[in-house]
Every structure is written in C-alpha cells, then in structure tokens.
C-alpha cells in the first residue's frame, strides 16, 4: 500500500511540474505591432527586407514585436517544443500582427508566449 501510495505521489508531482513548466504565469494580452527579427531591428530600429528578416530567423535569430503603444517584445512558442514560425508565419515578417498570448517579464526581458497570430486588419 505504500509504495502505490509513494507511486501515485511521483507521478502527481512529475505531472504537476510538466503542467506549471507548460503553462507560463503571467498576463493575457493581445496587442498589435511590427513582427520582424531581432538583428536588424533591436540595435536601433533599423529597416530590412522582409527576405532579411525571414533569413535571420531561419538560421536562428529570436522574432521580435514592436508593439504600437510601446514596447519590445520576444515572441515565444506558446507550446512547448513546438516552434513557433510556421511557413505562414514567416510570410508575416516585417508586417504588422496581431498577438494573444502571455507577457512574461523578467530582469528586463519581455517575451509574449503565443496563443494566437493572425496579420492586422
């Protein structure tokens, strides 16, 4: 009886740990800004082709949101080991977007964990 008890026990903890690591803690927002990469734009807002940016990011560079009313943003995967840029996605760079997702701030890094990515209207 113990040991199923014990047993039960690690699994509910093994699970619990994969659901918080899952689910990131912060706000829910949806905001609208510039998609682009990193390189170019986070030095000093430089302008790049939408080539350039899906070059950047292809071989690895983070995808960065310049959101209208202010702010820098990293867009992150909102699941785990699931990438984020799909084919579609990338045709989105250097466009401006729509993002839902959770902000997740720390140490002064803002990331936005993606629910859901569409093109402005």
Same mark, same amino acid.
Request: glycine share 8%; hydrophobic share 40%.
């Given at each position: ?5 014990? @047993? ?7 699970? =619990?740990? %994969?659901?918080?690591?899952?689910? $990131? *803690? ?6 609208? +800004?510039?998609? =682009? ?5 986070? $030095? +000093? +807002? ?5 080539? %350039? %940016?899906? !070059? %950047?990011?292809? =071989? ?7 959101? !209208? ?6 867009? @992150?995967? +909102?699941?785990?080991?699931? $990438? ?8 989105? @760079? ?12 720390? !140490? ?8 859901? @990515?569409?093109?402005? *209207?």
């Amino acid at each position: 009886m113990k040991k199923a008890v014990l @047993l039960l026990m690690a699994v509910l903890l093994l699970t =619990s740990t %994969c659901w918080a690591a899952e689910h $990131p *803690k912060g706000q829910e927002v949806t905001m609208t +800004g510039m998609m =682009s990469c990193t390189f170019c734009n986070l $030095p +000093g +807002g430089a302008k790049c082709t939408k080539q %350039c %940016c899906q !070059d %950047c990011v292809k =071989s690895g560079d983070p995808v960065l949101l310049t959101a !209208d009313k202010g702010g820098l943003y990293i867009l @992150l995967s +909102g699941e785990q080991m699931k $990438p984020l840029m799909t084919p579609e996605r990338m045709e989105m @760079l250097q466009s401006k977007v729509t993002v839902t997702g959770t902000v997740v701030k720390r !140490d002064g890094l803002q990331a936005i964990y993606v629910k859901k @990515l569409e093109k402005a *209207k």
